[in-house]
Structures are given as C-alpha cells and as structure tokens.
C-alpha cells in the first residue's frame, strides 16, 4: 500500500510532529511503500528523499528535519485522488492513504482535512467538523455540556471583550467571583500547553491572559482543579461504525494516569524532561472508575463526531472524587513517550498494529463516503 507521512506544519507544535513522526516511520510496517512530505514554518510541502525514511529506520538516533528544497515543492491538486493528488517535479506521488502526524494549527484543526476532502485522498484520524470543533477548547466544553458530560467550570474571553477595558474588567471580576483562585489559564486553540498558565491572583492573572491571547483570540478561564489527570486512548469511527470491520468499532484502552512532576503537566514534562512525568497505566482505580471513565471518553468521543483516534483527558478532583472531561485530542502525540501508543500498547494493539489499524479505519471511512450521493 502507498502511504504518505506528513510531519511538520505551521504550528506551535511543529517541533513535536517531527518526534511523532519520526517514531511512526520507524514503527510503520515494511510492506507499505512509504513516501514522507514535509511542511515548513511557513506551509510550503516539501518531498523528501527516500534516504529520510532509511536513516529513520536505521539510526534510532536520527532526528527529522524539513528540507526546504524548491526542486522538491509538492503541489496538491483538488480531485487528483490517489494516482494525482500530490505532484512533484511533474510526476504524481502515489497515495493510497495520507498520515498526518501533525498536531495544531493548520494540521488537526480541520484546515488539512478540508484540503484531504478536496484531494480525494484517505487521511488517518477526524473529519473536518469534528477536527475543528475540538480544536476549540470552548467549543468541545459547549457540545459535551449539551450531551450532559462533566465539563470543568470555566468561562471564556475573546478579543473583542478586552478591547472594551470596560467590559474586560467586568468579566475578570467575575470570573474571580465565579470560579475563585487558584485558576487555569489557556487559549481556546493552542496545543502541548502552549499558553497555558495557573494563576494565584489577579496580577497573574492579567499576565496569564496576556501570554494566552498572544497564541489565540479565545481564552478560557477555568477553575484550578487539584486533580490527578488521566487519559484514555479511543480508536473506531463515531458516525459510520460498522461490526463487520472491527476497526471503525469505538474501543477505549487503558486509562492511564499521568503523576506530573511540574507545576503542572506543561510543555516541559510532555516532551523535553524525560523524567517531567510519572505515567501509570492503567490508571490506580477501582474497577468500576477505570469502566466509567472507558464509557465517558467513548461518549465523548461519539459527541464530537470523532473518528480514527483521540484522547480524551479527564480530571479527577482529589477533594471531592469527582471526574471531570478536561479535553480531546484528535492527533494525540506519537512519540516514544506518549500515552496515547501506550496505552493502545498496554491494551495489546501495539505500534506497528494501531498504525496498521489506523489507515484501515481511514480506508473504510473513505469508501463510505464514496458512496454518497453528490449531485442529481
């Protein structure tokens, strides 16, 4: 089978696609033909040489990087499906399914899926809907409150209510008034706790917002929760499971349970300080809690439109016991260190497997498409 890896983007969490990236090259099975394109900072698409794939491969310690080769420039073209959805240097790339191992902006926000849908090309993971309502924090937080799912407490600030200072001041006091200190600041769009900061008072606060909107024109506010956080992975697709194909049929594994050893789970303890974190899988939960949690996120997961895969990341308050929905991930991180592969792992689908798995579900949700109608 051709399948195209794509790593980079122009995103906050650009550097984080290249180690995800890098360990599903080396983890892909060898019987696909595997091509990689790269996207820059700036969004250019680049082709890369089949030499980035066998040092992958062959070298544990080899890094990805984009080389920016204009001989190399890929041009997508609508309609082109898989014989010419993707040129280079005038000859198609063949592609039978695209893997997108990019988080964030103009990568999981439903912006790429879009482009995929008007290429005609299988893609691993969300459609664009669901892509981009989850990308926005306020969004999901406003669906799963409508399905009836525990939702953190939390009230969200746009652009135009700071540029009235009037108004501002006013939703301030009475997020302080509503929520009380301590309290979690973090934009509404931003990824890998870009962003994000915990504030004690209010001159944290108005500092945390500060940095916050630098990364998007929404931010929500939302009440610190002493909690412990645990995650669960789900794979299958939401709205065309069908029990013929086992893998579109929603699965949770794990959960499993992250003991930071930050502040909080930042930027830092996810991917630079291998020792940032303590992961537990499964989760140090009675039955009962780990059964519960497995149906929420599965619930979580169907509310959102989901499909291929997602992490869903809940809070359980250490005072009161009670669990909260924190977030979803619709491209979770793919590193050698991330829960998402892990707790697929812990639950017997192992690497090489999930991603095996992962471009049948895209290939069973692609056909299933192609038999809708379009026109008259």
């Not at 991330?338 to 069973?364: Q, V, W």
């Amino acid at each position: 089978m051709n399948i195209i890896l794509m790593y980079g983007g122009r995103s906050g969490e650009h550097e984080i696609s290249l180690l995800s990236c890098a360990s599903v090259a080396r983890a892909i099975s060898s019987e696909h033909t595997v091509k990689m394109i790269s996207v820059s900072k700036k969004g250019k698409w680049y082709l890369e040489d089949d030499s980035v794939l066998t040092s992958l491969k062959a070298d544990p310690k080899a890094v990805l990087a984009v080389h920016e080769d204009e001989a190399k420039r890929v041009t997508a073209v609508p309609g082109g499906g898989k014989d010419g959805a993707f040129i280079c240097g005038g000859q198609a790339i063949k592609c039978d399914a695209v893997f997108a191992v990019m988080h964030g902006t103009y990568s999981e926000d439903g912006t790429l899926q879009g482009l995929f849908e008007m290429l005609g090309v299988p893609y691993v993971g969300c459609g664009v809907l669901s892509s981009a309502a989850t990308m926005d924090k306020d969004t999901t937080k406003i669906l799963w409150k409508a399905a009836g799912l525990p939702v953190v407490p939390g009230i969200c600030i746009t652009r135009a209510d700071i540029n009235d200072s009037k108004y501002y001041d006013i939703l301030i006091q009475h997020a302080i008034d509503e929520l009380g200190f301590p309290l979690f600041v973090k934009p509404c769009s931003a990824g890998s706790s870009d962003g994000a900061n915990k504030a004690e008072n209010r001159r944290e606060l108005n500092y945390a917002l500060m940095e916050a909107f630098g990364w998007d024109d929404k931010v929500l506010i939302e009440k610190a929760i002493n909690a412990r956080e645990v995650e669960c992975s789900v794979t299958g697709n939401s709205i065309t499971e069908n029990p013929e194909k086992p893998y579109t049929l929603l699965k949770a594994y794990g959960p499993g349970e992250i003991v930071p050893k930050h502040t909080f789970y930042d930027y830092d303890a996810k991917y630079n300080d291998p020792d940032g974190a303590e992961l537990k899988i499964p989760a140090l939960l009675t039955e009962d809690k780990l059964n519960y949690i497995r149906e929420t996120a599965k619930k979580a997961y169907r509310t959102v439109n989901a499909a291929g895969l997602s992490r869903v990341d809940f809070f359980i308050d250490k005072d009161t016991d009670k669990i909260y929905l924190n977030e979803i991930n619709t491209l979770p991180g793919f590193t050698s260190i991330s829960m998402f592969p892990k707790m697929c792992g812990h639950d017997g689908l192992n690497f090489t497997a999930l991603i095996d798995y992962l471009i049948n579900e895209a290939l069973a949700a692609f056909a299933e498409k192609e038999k809708l109608c379009t026109s008259r």
